[in-house]
Structures are given as C-alpha cells and as structure tokens.
Nanobody, 121 residues
Framework: QVQLVESGGGLVQAGGSLRLSCAASGTIFSINFMGWYRQAPGKQRELVAGIATGNTTNYADSVKGRFTISRDNAKNMMYLQMNSLKPEDTAVYYC???????????????WGQGTQVTVSS
C-alpha cells in the first residue's frame, strides 16, 4: 500500500507564511503528478497547485505569485510554500499523488488525510 501524510498546517495571521509537506511511503516505483488541493467549509475541493514529473507547475489564479509547489523525487516528498496568506486561504489542504507501484503497472491516485490551515484577519 501507499500512504500520504501531510504536515505543516496551523494558525497564522494574514500576511504570514506556512510550509506544507507531504510524505509518501510504501511500495513506490515512481510518482507522476503531485498536487495540493484544498476544501473550505461549504465549498468543493479545488486544485491549488500541481507539479508534473518534469517539474512543470500550474497554480490556481487565486494563489499565483504567493504559493510555490516543489517536489523531491528522491524522498517521495512534495512541498507547498505559502506566503502572503489571506483569510480566504483558510481550508483543509490535501495532497494527492499519482503513484506507480511496479515498473509495468498503472498509476493509482492516493490522498493524504488533510491538514488544517487557518488564516486570521
């Protein structure tokens, strides 16, 4: 099996910064797409930032210029540096990875359990 564990969430004042981490463990041959998603109360889960195997990144318009996604393939880790945080960034943040467990096998999607980010005004 594969497990994803997020860390780094918490309470921060508006304008502050947080760095989220996501660690993947288990039987992993390779990881293709990695992404950070968030879900605020009463809203649908949305993609915040994604990073592909070649380090191509994409961001939601609402976080461009403030958030930076990165990955460490050797450690099966993903990060999200969040700067200039706003109250509207408050949500539960989830990481997702598309994992290949065998050299010739398909990719499966795995999700973390989520970490709360709260930005006070």
């Amino acid at each position: 099996q594969v497990q994803l564990v997020e860390s780094g969430g918490g309470l921060v004042q508006a304008g502050g910064s947080l760095r989220l981490s996501c660690a993947a463990s288990g039987t992993i041959f390779s990881i293709n797409f990695m992404g950070w998603y968030r879900q605020a109360p009463g809203k649908q889960r949305e993609l915040v930032a994604g990073i592909a195997t070649g380090n191509t990144t994409n961001y939601a318009d609402s976080v461009k210029g403030r958030f930076t996604i990165s990955r460490d393939n050797a450690k099966n880790m993903m990060y999200l540096q969040m700067n200039s945080l706003k109250p509207e960034d408050t949500a539960v943040y989830y990481c997702k990875m598309d994992v290949r467990r065998q050299a010739s096998g398909p990719h499966f999607q795995y999700w973390g359990q989520g970490t709360q980010v709260t930005v006070s005004s």
